[in-house]
T-cell receptor, first 113, second 114 residues
Framework: TQLLEQSPQFLSIQEGENLTVYCNSSSVFSSLQWYRQEPGEGPVLLVTVVTGGEVKKLKRLTFQFGDARKDSSLHITAAQPGDTGLYLCAGVHSGGSNYKLTFGKGTLLTVNP | GAGVSQSPSNKVTEKGKDVELRCDPISGHTALYWYRQRLGQGLEFLIYFQGNSAPDKSGLPSDRFSAERTGESVSTLTIQRTQQEDSAVYLC????????????FGPGTRLTVT
């Protein structure tokens, strides 16, 4: 089984702090996505990265794809309570079926006011 | 426009009973996916539809699980003789084309088997 390991599993911070969550694998991915899931809802796609070394920014969120396309990080600047949720990374394995996403277990982020 | 909808939102059933979960994808989306999310786990792929055919059923955990899709619209996931380990949130997603990275998820059905 080709896994995506996410860390930390849980993160509780104060409003205004910065944080980074990680998504790692021993496998190469042709693309990697980050989702945010709120309680009682399905995951919502935040970003897709496809090129090794790629960096994408979405307001206060910065996503990076590792040079070797085996890992990714999500950095949030000046976190707000509205950022609270489960952050999931998901990837399409290089050479695998291009519709099948492998998901990590997620990082549960709580931002306290 | 309307997103992916799923029904029921919650289902409590007794062990051994059959359940049907429904997914209405976004209109015009040809691809449809079912996932299972257990507490503290990531999403587990179950089955993929392209139109009304299912080229990949590899994620279905056992022969108690089956799924159908009518044309490019509604899909039903059926679990027969439910077991307690089937308790999970079942998520449906659709995408506009078969190789799309863009999967749009419904809110899920929370299944509890007592």
């Amino acid at each position: 089984t080709q896994l995506l390991e996410q860390s930390p599993q849980f993160l509780s911070i104060q409003e205004g702090e910065n944080l980074t969550v990680y998504c790692n694998s021993s496998s190469v991915f042709s693309s990697l996505q980050w989702y945010r899931q709120e309680p009682g809802e399905g995951p919502v796609l935040l970003v897709t990265v496809v090129t090794g070394g790629e960096v994408k920014k979405l307001k206060r969120l910065t996503f990076q794809f590792g040079d070797a396309r085996k890992d990714s990080s999500l950095h949030i600047t000046a976190a707000q309570p509205g950022d609270t949720g489960l952050y999931l990374c998901a990837g399409v394995h290089s050479g695998g079926s291009n519709y099948k996403l492998t998901f990590g277990k997620g990082t549960l982020l709580t931002v306290n006011p | 426009g309307a997103g992916v909808s799923q029904s029921p939102s919650n289902k409590v059933t007794e062990k051994g009973k059959d359940v049907e979960l429904r997914c209405d994808p976004i209109s015009g989306h040809t691809a449809l996916y079912w996932y299972r999310q257990r507490l503290g786990q990531g999403l587990e792929f179950l089955i993929y539809f392209q139109g009304n055919s299912a080229p990949d059923k590899s994620g279905l955990p056992s022969d108690r699980f089956s799924a159908e899709r009518t044309g490019e619209s509604v899909s039903t996931l059926t679990i027969q003789r439910t077991q307690q380990e089937d308790s999970a949130v079942y998520l449906c997603a659709s995408s506009p084309r078969w190789s799309s990275y863009e999967q749009y998820f419904g809110p899920g059905t929370r299944l509890t088997v007592t």
